[in-house]
């Protein structure tokens, strides 16, 4: 059999060798569990399942454990929000920017996980020598002078493997994996705040334009006013001073536009960067509050459920992992660790007979280098990871207990939203009649031009105020939809498929004897 061949066959057995040893180690530091889904079974003590909001307003409803649709915008039944939507997730940068965290920490991981293998190099050189042959007990002699100068060829592979028999390198590849989970979740995390503050932001788009076609009309009455006094002061029926108020109520009234337009104007190009476009390159659709369905029906995930769907939740569970994994780390940092190195070389004084069998040359070797005296810097080094591992776990049982805050307020907020929408509602009617009434009064000379416009501006209050509660309701149903963790999960399975554990043996051996 050729040296090739045996040296092939000899650095493969050290191969197999460390990779056994590795395989057979133990793991130290504690075993990752998830934490304990959380007994609840309701958000609030109310636990109402009818949001009215009164007669003339629809009533919204709660569907206990029921999920989220994917797409679930589309319940608000309005294409230009679906399109919008849709051209968001395509064109987001910070969705794009999260993706990109993700596949880095995922080759990180990868990356990670290559410390299982032994390490393949073949090395070369060429270089050119003086030896003293006396040293090495080789007297000098007729045509063997003392000092000779010669060139050295060299060519072969090395291999180096260390052992890890303690697990820290497979606790270090798990905390890489549980980083690469921590960003996958971030970008579900962005998703969910992209399509959220996308559907966000059309809605309060439309409530903009509501209320500036209010303000319009309601400018339009203070017209109507001024020019029906000033008729009344050329017949002797009015004073100028009534045709003054009736002046400063139009000027007034005109003063509600400039910051509504602003508002529209921030709102859309707020939009624009949402779906990833400049302000000048794209325009927002006109969105209008008429043609948003309110959705009627909610639901609400329970909160076991919860828990396993919001990406904040799961991002904070990850980095329980990484931590937990780091206490490893640390812990395996303070025994011995092992090395195995191994080199096979054809040596040549001259390049003719490089490959020559009486050229060979090899070496195995085994190193352990144990921990003496680090200044209380390796037991420092764990006490952190145990105390950061602590944190870490507070850290998801408060990230837990505010996500079911925040579902709860959300679902305050909803019921509270339709009492104020039906009793502002109430007031709009009652601000109309009264606003109708007093105009005919004071056309019939009964009433004066100031009961008028105290009228003019009750209306003008019952009207914005309705339009500026029905925005809160359809923003509140947003927020408590992201609360809910949205559909990322069902968006999260379109993504690349999972990729397989590099700590996993049977992937080490499929990984080292396929290359």
């Known amino acids: 059999m050729s040296s090739p061949v045996r040296a092939k066959r000899f650095l493969l057995s ?38 009215s909001a009164g007669r003339k307003d629809a009533a919204q409803n709660i569907r206990a454990g029921e999920n989220l649709r994917e797409d679930w915008w589309a319940l608000f039944r309005s294409p230009d929000i679906d399109a919008t939507v849709r051209a968001a997730i395509a064109g987001n940068l910070t969705l794009v920017q999260a993706a990109a965290k993700l596949r880095q920490a995922e080759q990180e991981a990868v990356q990670a996980g290559g410390q299982l293998y032994p390490t393949v190099n073949v090395a070369g050189g060429a270089e050119r020598q003086r030896l003293n042959f006396a040293v090495l007990g080789i007297p000098a002699g007729p045509g063997f002078p003392r000092f000779r100068e010669f060139n050295v060829f060299s060519v072969g592979p090395t291999v180096s493997y260390s052992l890890d028999i303690w697990g820290g390198t497979r606790r270090f590849i798990e905390e890489r994996e ?16 992209l399509t959220g503050n996308a559907v966000g932001q059309a809605i309060t788009i439309a409530a903009i334009r509501a209320q500036i076609a209010a303000a319009n009309d309601i400018i339009a009455n203070d017209e109507q006013n001024l020019n029906l006094v000033k008729r009344e002061l ?45 302000p000048a390159n794209w325009t927002p659709p006109d969105f209008d509050l008429d043609r948003i369905a309110l959705p009627a029906d909610i639901p609400v995930r329970l909160p076991a459920e919860l828990v396993r769907r919001r990406p904040d939740i799961m991002s904070a569970e990850a980095q329980v992992k990484a931590t937990n994994a780091a206490v490893g780390v640390a812990t395996a940092a303070q025994y011995p660790n092992f090395t195995l190195s191994a080199a096979f070389e054809q040596l040549s004084t001259s390049v003719g007979n490089w490959f020559a069998v009486y050229n060979n040359a090899w070496n195995l070797a085994a190193n352990m280098t144990a921990p003496l005296l680090h200044g209380g810097q390796l037991t420092a080094a764990k006490k952190a990871a145990v105390e950061a591992s602590e944190a870490a776990r507070a850290g998801y049982q408060q990230t837990v207990l505010e996500a079911f805050a925040q579902v709860a307020t959300l679902l305050d907020a909803l019921q509270h939203d339709g009492e104020l929408v039906d009793a502002q509602h109430r007031a709009l009617d009652t601000a109309e009649r009264s606003l109708k009434l007093t105009r005919d009064s004071y056309q019939g000379g009964n009433v004066g031009i100031l009961l008028v416009l105290d009228a003019q501006r009750r209306y003008q209050q019952a009207r914005l105020g309705y339009v500026r509660a029905v925005q809160q309701r359809y923003l509140d149903t947003v927020q408590l939809f992201a609360a809910m963790g949205g559909g990322w999960r069902d968006w999260e399975k379109t993504q690349e498929p999972p990729k397989p554990s590099p700590s996993d043996p049977a992937q080490i051996f499929n990984t080292l004897f396929s290359q």
């Open 14 to 51: 050290l191969a197999c060798l460390g990779v056994a040893a590795t395989v057979a180690g133990c793991e130290l530091g504690p075993d990752f569990l998830a934490p304990t889904p959380p007994t609840e079974t309701s958000y609030r003590q109310n636990t109402s399942q009818t949001l």
């Open 234 to 278: 050329q017949g002797g029926m009015a004073t100028q001073i009534e045709v003054e108020s009736a002046q400063s109520q139009l000027e007034n009234d005109r003063t509600l536009l400039p910051p509504l337009r602003q508002q529209l104007s921030a709102s859309r190009n707020a939009l624009s960067l949402l779906v990833g476009k400049s």
């Open 178 to 193: 549980a980083q690469a989970e921590y960003q996958g979740y971030q970008l579900a995390a962005a998703y969910l705040s």
